[in-house]
């Protein structure tokens, strides 16, 4: 039974930087690709960003290109989500994600934590 753990969130003023975390035990960490999602209140769970398996490919949601960026630590079963240049829009809770089943498409994710919250200050 995978179990993912996020760390890191909390309240910052907008234009600042959180990093995320995500220990992931359970399930070999290596062979799923993993991801990052964010729920706002009132919104439906959107897809923020994705790493494959290696490490060497990433895919990124339009609205936050060039501000976030995922990673991961093998050796360490860590997923990490770097967010600077925070806005109020990025206030969310996020969650990490893994795709144990394979692919790493947003449908491909069937493995979830429970969630950090972030708020950026306006």
Same mark, same amino acid.
């Given at each position: ?5 996020? #760390? ?8 600042? #930087? ?11 960490? =290596?062979?799923?690709?993993?991801? *990052? ?14 790493? *494959? ?5 990433? =895919?990124?949601?339009?609205? &936050? ?5 995922? #990673?991961?630590? %093998?050796?360490? %079963? ?5 967010? %600077? #240049? ?6 969310? &809770? ?9 692919? *790493? =498409? ?5 493995? *979830? ?10």
């Amino acid at each position: 039974q995978v179990q993912l753990v996020e #760390s890191g969130g909390g309240l910052v003023q907008a234009g600042g #930087s959180l990093r995320l975390s995500c220990a992931a035990s359970g399930r070999t960490f =290596s062979r799923a690709a993993m991801g *990052w999602f964010r729920q706002a209140p009132g919104k439906e769970r959107e897809f923020v960003a994705a790493i *494959w398996r290696s490490g060497d490919m990433m =895919s990124y949601a339009e609205s &936050v290109k060039g501000r976030f960026a995922i #990673s991961r630590d %093998n050796a360490k %079963n860590t997923l990490y989500l770097q967010m %600077n #240049s925070l806005t109020s829009e990025d206030t969310a &809770v996020y969650y990490c994600a893994g795709a144990y089943g394979g692919g *790493w =498409s947003p449908r491909d994710f069937d493995s *979830w934590g429970q969630g950090t919250q972030v708020t950026v200050s306006s």
